[in-house]
């Protein structure tokens, strides 16, 4: 399995509900960071977690990290429509990020 | 401050043409990152460049394949003979370092279409 390694593959929730997503790793990093990408565009950077923190909370997004596990979850509260979109998780170590292969998340109205 | 630009958008190129991407990183940014994404896949890195140097080419395919940054003017993707494989999302990113715990800030992607 590659580094960066996103569960579950696609997610369909409610508009309201939560939605979390899991990203495994494999090697020793410095942080992990989560990005959105809606269909077509570029990447849009979510949050970034060092790898001396725990948890970590943006607005509706939290973001735990367990190096003993060498995982990390993303939290969305409340959902919205809009946040229908991939989210990739990123092991950042020394130069350059490696990335999973995303998760899609459907939102339903 | 504008974001980090790339151009073209999309490009399409006939098998064994050129194809040059290129990339402006954030203002303050000295350091930039290429990434390839295919359909339904993730980025994979492809080459970390600061002004001038080459830092980390190891995703760099060995042939065709080149990439620039230099001293003035925007870094460059270069894929020389392009085949239909290549066709592909080119992404780049910039950060103001490369230490770690730092943000990497990615431009809207090249989209290439060999036909």
């Known amino acids: 399995s590659q580094q960066g390694e996103e569960d579950p593959q696609a997610l369909s929730i409610q508009e309201g509900e939560n939605a979390t997503m899991n990203c495994s790793y494999k090697?020793?990093?410095?942080?992990l960071q989560w990005y959105r990408q809606n269909s077509g565009r570029g990447l849009v950077h979510l949050i970034l977690i060092r790898s001396n923190e725990r948890e970590k909370h943006s607005g509706r997004l939290r973001v735990t990290l367990d190096t003993s596990k060498k995982s990390s979850s993303l939290l969305i509260t409340a959902s919205r429509a809009a946040d229908t979109a991939s989210y990739f998780c990123?092991?950042?170590?020394?130069?350059?990020?490696?990335f999973g292969k995303g998760i899609t998340l459907s939102v339903r109205p | 401050n504008a974001g980090v630009m790339q151009n073209p958008r999309h490009l399409v190129r006939r098998r064994g043409q050129e194809a040059r991407l290129r990339c402006s990183p954030m203002?303050?940014?000295?350091?930039v990152y290429w990434y390839r994404q295919l359909p339904e896949e993730g980025l994979k890195f492809m080459v970390y460049l600061q002004k001038e140097n080459i830092i980390d080419e190891s995703g760099m395919p060995k042939e065709r394949f080149s990439a620039e940054f230099p001293k003035e003017g925007p870094s460059i993707l270069r894929i020389q003979q392009v085949v239909r494989g290549d066709s592909a999302a080119y992404f780049c990113a910039s950060s103001p370092s490369r230490k770690g715990g730092t943000e990497a800030f990615f431009g809207q992607g090249t989209r290439l279409t060999v036909v």
């Open positions: 990123a092991s950042g170590a020394n130069s350059k990020l490696t």
């Open positions: 090697t020793s990093i410095n942080n």
């Open positions: 203002k303050g940014h000295s350091h």
